[in-house]
């Protein structure tokens, strides 16, 4: 079974840049595509964006401009920039494939001055 884990959570303050990663046990290569969700205080889960394996991310409309996903062998990482305290939240990587979805534990990023 794969396992996903993240990392690279925080505070930091408005304006600021953060980057996460998600630890893929077996390689990104074990999954159609991967994601990023966030689940913000009192709200539910949301798709921030994906990478399929052949193709290009995509990005919810709120953070498009603002965040990069990117991938190595190993890696799914989350470049996030100028941040909004509304970028407070849990981050969640997923990883899916022939309809089952894998999700790793969740880092939590704080965004505050």
């Known amino acids: 079974q794969v396992e996903l884990v993240e990392s690279g959570g925080g505070l930091v303050q408005p304006g600021g840049s953060l980057r996460l990663s998600c630890a893929v046990s077996g390689g990104v290569l074990s999954f159609t595509y991967m994601a990023w969700y966030r689940q913000r205080p009192g709200k539910q889960r949301e798709w921030v964006g994906r990478i399929p394996l052949l193709g290009s991310p995509n990005y919810a409309d709120s953070v498009q401009g603002r965040i990069t996903i990117s991938t190595d062998l190993n890696t799914l990482s989350l470049q996030m920039n100028s941040l909004k305290p509304e970028g407070t939240a849990v981050y969640y990587c997923?990883?899916?494939?022939?309809?089952?979805?894998?999700w790793g534990q969740g880092t939590r990023v704080t965004v505050s001055s």
């Open positions: 997923k990883g899916f494939k022939n309809g089952r979805d894998s």
